[in-house]
């Protein structure tokens, strides 16, 4: 197992397992050893059981061919021109539009809300406050 980088104990776990599950009710003569099912399954992850093939799939990455080096037909340059741009869009404006928050209309508003400004205006606040206070 270690031979294809399985390692993780969880993964060996669900190999043995599978394996176990593959070969119960086989004759002696048909039983694979283990380290041929993994071989046979490696190499082509389709033929191995649900539970392993995504983890074996990400053992092969497929080589990636230049375009010098294979026949491109017409289907694969559309779908590679479609990739290019997907790539080259820009990110979204997501801010564009927004303003900043409106300020505070009235003086008694703006006093609460910058410390400063109430401390340079704390008569006039309070006068406000008051008159408010009095209409009532």
Do not use: C
Request: avoid cysteine.
């Amino acid at each position: 197992m270690s031979k294809h980088g399985l390692v993780d104990p969880d993964i060996v776990d669900a190999i043995e397992w599978s394996y176990e599950k593959s070969q119960a009710g086989k004759k002696k003569s048909e039983i694979v050893n283990l380290g041929e099912w993994l071989d046979s399954i490696v190499e082509d992850p389709t033929t191995a059981p649900t539970v392993l093939r995504p983890h074996l799939q990400n053992l092969r990455p497929e080589a990636v061919e230049t375009p010098n080096d294979m026949d491109v037909d017409t289907s694969t340059q559309n779908q590679l021109a479609q990739m290019e741009q997907v790539e080259r869009r820009p990110a979204p404006q997501t801010n564009n539009g927004v303003r900043p928050s409106p300020e505070p209309s009235n003086l008694i508003d703006r006093g609460l809300q910058d410390a400063e400004f109430y401390a340079q205006n704390r008569d006039e606040i309070r006068k406000a406050w008051m008159s408010r206070r009095r209409e009532k």
